[in-house]
């Protein structure tokens, strides 16, 4: 029986060095990915939500202001500050419109979220499930081959 020639055992040290090294940023990069599949949850129920209800609050407060002041314009009958007034009314009910479409958009998005988003996610942890089950049995199986060769290699028992 002929024996095997081992003779560099370093390249498959740094290929396990490597595997290792990635296998910690892969796990840091799909963290990163699962707390910004939470943060985009959290932003749409709630940060998004207050802000566009307070755009609409300060928007409709604005509608009221400019409404009050064309009434006033009809009543005194002129006509420059009543066409003026109508523009920034009608520029305010455009706006209003715009922010209640947008404001439908995000209940929509939310809506989807769990549908689209978290069926991606779940994909994201399936690959950290693979990672942290055969890619670490992988590097357990590099050590031991290395172990074992480096014994081979320099006479001693297997």
């Given at each position: ?26 796990n840091l990069i799909l963290d990163e990915v699962g ?105 357990t199986y590099l050590k031991e081959a290395i172990l ?11």
């Amino acid at each position: 029986m002929s024996g095997a020639h081992v003779t560099n055992l370093e390249s498959l040290e740094r290929f396990r060095s490597s595997l290792v090294l990635f296998l910690e940023r892969a796990n840091l990069i799909l963290d990163e990915v699962g707390e910004e599949v939470k943060r985009t949850r959290i932003w749409l129920q709630t940060e998004q939500r207050l802000k566009l209800a307070l755009e609409m609050k300060r928007i409709h407060r604005e509608l009221e202001m400019l409404e009050a002041e064309l009434f006033s314009a009809r009543l005194s009958d002129l006509a420059q500050k009543k066409t003026g007034v109508q523009m920034l009314v009608n520029q305010k009910r455009r706006e209003t419109r715009e922010l209640e479409e947008t404001q439908r958009k995000v209940a929509g998005w939310l809506r989807g979220y769990d549908s689209i988003v978290e069926t991606e996610a779940k994909k994201v942890e399936k690959l950290r499930h693979h990672l942290d089950t055969d890619m670490v049995r992988a590097v357990t199986y590099l050590k031991e081959a290395i172990l074992q060769l480096n014994a081979y290699s320099s006479g001693g028992e297997v």
